[in-house]
């Protein structure tokens, strides 16, 4: 039992940090099946879908749990505020920032395995191969993931995880759902999340609770350090960062899997 | 060796695909239009005198003036405030529409400002009747490319931008949620005070951070 508290300990350190104010993710609750006709146009943005969801037309974002949600949201904006924020600023003054972006990449590399298996759920085999062929280069010429020496080559990430590709196959997002220490979910994607937490290697190690915090810690600082204006800016131009949050997070999710939908016709 | 060779290969295929591909992109009146204003909006932001923070007022004035030729600002709030648009008065809504305006217009500097120097690709445009969609990425100096695209329809003589879509997320629709949640739970009037208060702050935001940056 005492493992189980550890791992809900760590994930929620992790990532509570950027659940905070992660302002990447939304999708509006426009139902997935209305895809646009436009599909075969050329273009290969959707933007048949942009246009679909009507903007005159008020879709609320799906969030049945929002009381919950919104206590835990407040939470974690704390936790930025007084751990995250502080920490990832003493952390931008100490380290110069080539370190720190290093170390993005070093992170992102470890999470080869999560894109891979995805890329492949999603039958992109393409982008399959891209992350294998990233992960040979830069494990190894890239000093473990240290430098991006693939990019050099041309050979891009292939961004890919378990929410995604449960999406690419129909599943709904169901409702928006805020974790303490997380970042923004859905029902969908925080089953995803455990998922694409199981394929994480650092699990496996020999410390594996530890390895996991020290890397989620690590991450989350190290991505909060280089985002820091980033951030800024975004609480700048809000007047309700809960519904903010929450629209950014789904509409961007939604556009993610409309375009897997899209690719694979 | 076997193996070695599977890797090889593999590898070998994967560089071939990413070769292979190559976007064929063509510009027409809807992006010349566009990189016009943002050029002009980035060499206001990059302009020395301008550049002192002092200076930020007449800096937003310089921007504004641009800011109105290329974007359809009430068109913007018709959308964003959706079906709370129609049970407002002409003065209310002229007013929110200014409110708007301002916030958006800061909301978008603060994002050229934050990664000004760094270059704009323009990637295709569809145009669609009097619709059209302009695509960007902004390309940060570590070779990260964002997706900006540019949401613009045609108003009597040119094509004006009615939203942004920035990695995905409408900044329009964006605003239509946060608006909606705050009329929901309170009322218009307090939606109204909080973007005049939101207004204030973000421009002394924007000064002390100024006086931040220099040490």
Redesign the interface.
Known sequence: MSGLRWWVLVLGVAMAIAGCVSVSTTETVADASALPESSLSPSPTSEGAEKATGEETLVEDYDPWAPFNTAIFSFNRKVDRYVLKPVAKAWDKIVPDPVERSLKRAFDNLSMPRRLVNNLFQLKLKGAGQELARFGLNSTLGLAGLFDVAKVFGVEASEADTGQTLGRYGVRPGPYLVLPFLPPLTARDGIGFVVDTALNPFNYVIFPFAALAGTAVGKRVDERALNLDLYENVEESTVDLYSAVRNGYLQQRQKMIDDLRLEIR | MKPGCR?CL??A???A???LTG?GATAGPPTDQLRESIDRALTALADPDLRKDIRTRERRAALRGIANEAFDFEEMT??AL??HWHGRTPAEQKEFVQLFAD??E??YV??LE?YAGEKIRYA?E?VEGE?A?V?TKIVTK??TEIPV?Y?MHWRGDRWLVY?V?I????L???????????IQTSTYQE?VA??KT?VV??AE?TKE?GAALKP
């Open positions: 890797a593999v590898l295929s994967a560089l695909l990413v070769l976007p018709k959308r959706a079906r916030l958006m800061r909301s603060s994002t934050l295709g569809s619709q969609t695509r570590q070779g695209d949401r939203d879509v990695e995905g997320i409408s329009v629709a964006n605003y239509r949620s946060q608006f909606n949640a705050i939606l909080r973007m939101k702050s973000v935001g951070k």
